[in-house]
């Protein structure tokens, strides 16, 4: 089955009954994977979360994982949202403290499906330190970034992946520190599978994380969020439709570029966007060396 062909909304594939007799909707196309119970969202209008999470179970649903085989951890944070809408194993944790959790789950069940959902100030910030060495370790899980340039759910304060001359509630007349390159920092640290897309680019952000989900290793997907309210609104993007014309308009794809020229210019707000599949590399995963050392370990000391 084409992959164009398993994501129309109204395929067998996705509606398996159709509308009630005068019903204006059939069943939603990924109710296996929804907490309809928790619906609806609590994201502003404009926001690139709903996008985001759209794609990702739909790319869990094309790869064929079934809700009771993987795991979704996030932080704080509207993307920390994330882990309340999707009917799966679910955890949403302490600031920071996604990637040390998951890192947990995944050593005690090497065959669960684990992801983190979570924010560029969340991965970034405060959960900076535990975001290398898991890339460093290799650890079998993906984490999704979700990159709005701001603290979007607490006020709209500078952070980590902020525009050095934007202004934000904690940077009146603009800030002076320069920004993370996150590709370029997750592949640096050891990262197996690196990419950057936009909510506009909703087809190549679906493949990316199937070859995600389906890659053994720590995989990293950034994607560039529009934050209508707690950032374009002082930036001059105010509605999620402006964001995205701005993505439409400046981003180039370039699976080949060197990371350390994607950086997004700080000084510039309509340079040029490099997304694509920058990294796709094969390491032993942190769980296969681990698993033997231990059984090494084992036959040196002759316990069975």
């Known amino acids: 089955m084409s992959i164009r062909k ?3 909304l109204f395929s067998p ?4 009954q159709k509308p009630a007799k005068g019903a204006a909707y059939g069943k939603h196309p990924l109710d296996g994977y929804l907490r309809k119970d928790r619906i609806p969202h609590i994201w502003c209008p404009g926001c690139g979360l709903g996008v985001i999470l759209n794609s990702y179970l739909r790319a869990l649903k094309d790869t064929d994982i079934a809700p009771e085989d993987t795991a979704v951890i996030s932080g704080i944070g509207c993307s920390g949202r994330a882990a309340g809408y999707v009917d799966v194993d679910s955890f949403h944790v ?3 403290r996604a990637i040390p959790f998951a890192t947990g789950l995944k050593v005690g069940n090497r065959d669960l499906v684990t992801t983190v959902f979570s ?4 991965l970034f910030a405060i959960g900076g330190n535990h975001f290398i060495h898991a890339a460093r370790r290799n650890v079998d899980f993906n984490v999704i970034c979700v990159n709005n340039f701001n603290y979007g759910m607490t006020g709209g ?3 980590p992946t902020t525009p050095s001359e934007a202004e934000t509630s904690t940077t009146p007349w603009g800030g002076f520190e320069q920004p993370f390159n996150l590709p370029a920092v997750a592949a640096g640290a050891g ?3 690196v990419a950057r ?4 680019h909703v087809e190549q952000l679906i493949n990316s994380l199937e070859k995600a989900l389906k890659k053994k290793g720590f995989c990293f997907i950034e994607v560039l969020s529009p934050c209508p309210t707690g950032y374009g609104r002082k930036v001059g993007l105010k509605t999620g439709v402006k964001t995205m014309n701005h993505f439409k308009e400046n981003s180039e794809i370039d699976h080949d570029a060197d990371l350390a020229d994607v950086a997004l210019d700080p000084d510039d707000p309509n340079s040029k966007i490099i997304v ?4 796709d590399r094969e390491a032993p995963t942190y769980q296969d060396v681990r698993g033997k050392v231990f059984e090494e370990a084992r036959k040196k000391l002759g316990v069975e």
């Open 197 to 200: 897309w936009t909510t506009f």
């Open 6 to 8: 398993s994501r129309d």
């Open 157 to 159: 304060q500078a952070g």
């Open 13 to 16: 594939d996705y509606m398996d």
């Open 94 to 96: 302490t600031h920071g």
């Open 276 to 279: 694509g599949d920058f990294i």
């Open 191 to 193: 990262a197996v599978y």
């Open 119 to 122: 924010g560029d100030g969340d």
